[in-house]
Every structure is written in structure tokens, then in C-alpha cells.
T-cell receptor, first 113, second 112 residues
């Protein structure tokens, strides 16, 4: 079965640079969620989109922005990167607004040097 | 906002024994409680979930119980196997298409 696809899997950036993470949800899933997981930490919710509209907003820094496109894929844009942004970034998707079963991708490991 | 506490943080069991992980949540509006298994370098994998209208759910060796009054839920793994070794996260959500709030995770080690 198709899963959530994230790219790139690994990304190395320097401080103050920008990064773009991409997420392709499971086919027919219309809701996308972004989570950030620091080393040894639990995933922290950043932001979500349902039918291309922002649905919920969590602890996402103002330096980050995200959107969901017409084909339901989503991109997380991160600017003015800081050392503390180094983490695993997961995307999850779910189908339909009436259910909440979230399926996670393999994540993007971002390292800020 | 919602707060989820998870215990224990580490758990070691002998192969074949049972493992129990417990979580409590703070917001009585939460009504969906999934459990995820995360292996090193991989994304969280849903293993079982329960909604607030049921008290127990079972899937082969895995079961989850929910006590809405006490606001706690537990994961039970029977006949543990070495491949069950991973980090397990509980989570809570307040409804459809809503964010998940995770517990702090339990590192389960099944000793052969």
C-alpha cells in the first residue's frame, strides 16, 4: 500500500539558510499534518491543512510557513535557520474530516550547522 | 491545551512476558487515543487506537484499555518478541482531523 512520502530524507543546512521540506500524502488523503521531533523527544505538532486550508496551528515559529497544494501535497518552508531547528520533521496524512487516523511518513532529518 | 503523561520511560521484559504502558491525559474533550511504535530512524507507525465510546480494543497480541472517568489509557502487549523492541508513544486528540498530543515515549526492550 502507498504510504506518506517525504523528501528529502536528509538535509544539511547552515545557520540563516532556508530549507523546503516536501510531503506527499497517501492517495485520497486530504489532510496533512507537520510534526517536529527533537532528539529523544516526542513529536510536537506544528501545523495542519485540510482541503488546502490551514486547519490547526501549533508551536510553529514565525520563520516557518507551510501550504497545501491542489494535488494535496504540502511543503514546509523554513527560513533563517537556527541550530535549534535541527530535528526530524514528520508529515502525516489522514482521509476525510470525519476520521483522525494519521499515518506518518519516514521523516526528513534536518541538520543545521 | 492537552497534556499527555506516559509511564514508564523505559521498560525491559523477557521474551514471552507481557508489557504494559500507561498514559494519562488532561482534557476531557479528547476522544481519540492512538498508540504508535517508532523504530530507530523511522516514522511513527500506528499499532492500535481507541475512541472514547469504547473501553477496550484488542488486535492479536496488542490491547488498549480506556478509562474516561480517570482519564487514563493503557497499552498491553502479550507474548512479547524481540521485534517488539522500539519506542512506543501514546497520543490524544480532541476530534476529527485534529492535532495529536503525544506522551513522552517508552523505550521497550524485549530480552531474548
Amino acid at each position: 500500500a502507498a504510504g506518506v512520502i517525504q523528501s528529502p530524507r536528509h538535509l544539511i543546512k547552515e545557520k540563516r539558510e532556508t530549507a523546503t521540506l516536501k510531503c506527499y500524502p497517501i492517495p485520497r488523503h486530504d489532510t496533512v499534518y507537520w510534526y517536529q521531533q527533537g532528539p529523544g523527544q516526542d513529536p510536537q505538532f506544528l501545523i495542519s491543512f485540510y482541503e488546502k486550508m490551514q486547519s490547526d496551528k501549533g508551536s510553529i515559529p514565525d520563520r516557518f510557513s507551510a501550504q497545501q497544494f491542489s494535488d494535496y501535497h504540502s511543503e514546509l518552508n523554513m527560513s533563517s535557520l537556527e541550530l535549534g531547528d535541527s530535528a526530524l520533521y514528520f508529515c502525516a496524512s489522514s482521509r476525510g474530516h470525519s476520521k483522525n487516523i494519521q499515518y506518518f511518513g519516514a521523516g526528513t532529518r534536518l541538520s543545521v550547522l | 491545551g492537552e497534556n499527555v503523561e506516559q509511564h514508564p520511560s523505559t521498560l525491559s521484559v523477557q521474551e514471552g512476558d507481557s508489557a504494559v504502558i500507561k498514559c494519562t491525559y488532561s482534557d476531557s474533550a479528547s476522544n481519540y487515543f492512538p498508540w504508535y511504535k517508532q523504530e530507530l530512524g523511522k516514522g511513527p507507525q500506528l499499532i492500535i487506537d481507541i475512541r472514547s465510546n469504547v473501553g477496550e480494543k484488542k488486535d492479536q497480541r496488542i490491547a488498549v484499555t480506556l478509562n474516561k472517568t480517570a482519564k487514563h489509557f493503557s497499552l498491553h502487549i502479550t507474548e512479547t518478541q524481540p521485534e517488539d523492541s522500539a519506542v512506543y508513544f501514546c497520543a490524544a486528540s480532541m476530534g476529527s482531523a485534529r492535532q495529536l498530543t503525544f506522551g513522552s515515549g517508552t523505550q521497550l526492550t524485549v530480552l531474548p
